[in-house]
């Protein structure tokens, strides 16, 4: 495996996506694992978040108490993006280190386009903005029903602003993440993540090396 540098779906960026619970944090680690022991540089991230400042703008969105209208929401997400493109993500791919994201820009489309209603037209031109050169070579949707992923964060006692969102809620980013993989089809390979947390290693690690020999 190469990087390809500076190029618009640079071949070392890969993200993560899915709804609430469906592991994308424990896969990322694990794939992240996987490269390592095979002799590659890995850096493994997440949105919002994966900077001192995108740390920051996390605890604004999460926190359960801060009500916030859904422009305020987006324009903070890719704020948090903006610089984690810059001080992290942009850097390593120069230095031809792999970087895998929990979320990417798939997410801001799925939450705040197909769930909260924002125009998609206007998401799509912050994208632009944002991260006019960069888009992952290749994205895993991980999959589930929406009630076992917001029942597996809460027997994990895991909660923040958006997974006390209704199940509805839910259900209209789940919706959402289908239309973004049916409209970019070579990008985005959906992974059912129903199975044990080996079993979804396992159909992500052959969808990577079938696309990644």
Request: net charge negative; charged share 25%.
């Amino acid at each position: 495996m190469s990087t390809v540098k500076g190029l618009h779906g640079a071949r070392g960026f890969i993200s993560f996506e899915g709804i609430e619970g469906c592991g994308k944090t424990t896969q990322v680690n694990l794939l992240s694992d996987y490269l390592k022991a095979k002799g590659h540089n890995v850096l493994a991230t997440e949105e919002p978040g994966g900077t001192k400042i995108g740390l920051k703008i996390r605890t604004v969105l999460l926190e359960p108490e801060n009500h916030m209208d859904p422009l305020t929401e987006l324009l903070l997400y890719n704020a948090s993006r903006a610089q984690h493109i810059r001080e992290v993500i942009y850097p390593a791919l120069m230095q031809n280190t792999i970087v895998i994201t929990d979320r990417f820009m798939d997410s801001t489309s799925a939450y705040q386009g197909y769930a909260r209603g924002l125009d998609l037209s206007v998401i799509n031109t912050l994208n632009e903005l944002v991260a006019s050169d960069l888009k992952p070579f290749l994205t895993f949707l991980l999959d589930m029903d929406v009630e076992e992923g917001l029942t597996r964060n809460k027997k994990a006692q895991k909660t923040d602003r958006l997974e006390l969102e209704t199940v509805e809620f839910h259900k209209r980013v789940r919706d959402g993440y289908f239309q973004i993989a049916k409209e970019s089809p070579e990008r985005i390979k959906i992974i059912d993540a129903g199975g044990s947390v080996q079993e979804v290693h396992k159909k992500i690690v052959e969808a990577l090396e079938a696309l990644w020999p």
